[in-house]
């Protein structure tokens, strides 16, 4: 039960499961006994669907190393890299908060962890679109919803080298567009852009450079095809709360 309350706080009971921002993100841990359990026996949490799921927009083969390869590593190496220390009971959410007095290793590895799973949520085939809310929130935020696309690309298209493209809730509620390197995200405290993550985009080569070799703007085109949008109004919809 313990470990199951862990991956239950962290949104991560089963692969499909919603990863709470509340969790992640605004919420101080009250509950802190409620991750206690972190252990380095947790598993790794399943990829919600299977790796041929997303094509042609994103291959089998790049699906299988990036999960079971890159995602895998990022896991292994996180959970080694906390353990006996005092971070092994900290929710990630206060690792991230405080990441600016932890090491390298927690840092890229933490962040690696938890940006793919954010990541593999937000894709998949299907969904119905931005909700009725989150799209007014788009429009007033970028003025239309091609407006914010082209936004979230030159953010995504600009990063140089590694790293990840995001539309995320500030702590006012309103949206806004940016990106971070390596394996950064906006809940970190040494992060140039900070906020709740509500939908995000793997930049690094090894998520595309199999089908798309060096041309990561039509990755980016292709991946407004498998966007996950009722899992980003979800997220949308917590984050508001
Ligand atoms: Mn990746």
Do not use: C
């Amino acid at each position: 039960m313990e470990r199951r309350k862990f991956l239950k706080a962290a949104g991560l009971v089963t692969a499909a499961a919603y990863v709470s921002p509340k969790i992640f993100a605004d919420e101080k841990s009250s509950d802190a006994s409620s991750v206690g359990d972190f252990s380095p026996a947790f598993e790794f949490p399943a990829l919600p669907y299977a790796y041929d799921a997303l094509e042609p927009y994103i291959d089998a083969r790049t699906m299988e190393i990036h999960y079971d390869k890159h995602h895998r590593a990022y896991f292994t190496n996180f959970v080694n890299a906390i353990k006996g220390t005092s971070l092994e009971t900290m929710p990630i959410n206060e690792i991230f908060a405080s990441m600016s007095k932890h090491s390298d290793a927690v840092r890229n590895n933490g962040g690696g962890f938890y940006n793919h799973v954010i990541f593999w949520n937000n894709l998949g085939k299907g969904s119905s679109g931005a909700s009725p809310e989150l799209s007014a929130a788009i429009t007033k935020t970028f003025g239309s919803f091609d407006k914010f696309k082209e936004t979230f690309n030159n953010a995504a298209k600009s990063r140089f080298g590694s790293g990840w493209a995001w539309l995320y809730i500030n702590s006012d509620k309103t949206l806004a567009v940016g990106s971070t390197p390596n394996q950064d995200n906006p809940l970190m405290d040494l992060s140039a852009i900070k906020g709740t993550p509500l939908l995000t985009l793997d930049v690094w080569e090894h998520a595309y450079y199999l089908k798309y070799q060096n041309k990561r703007a039509d990755y980016i085109d292709a991946f407004w095809n498998v966007v996950n949008w009722d899992e980003v109004n979800k997220r949308y919809q917590a984050a508001l709360k």
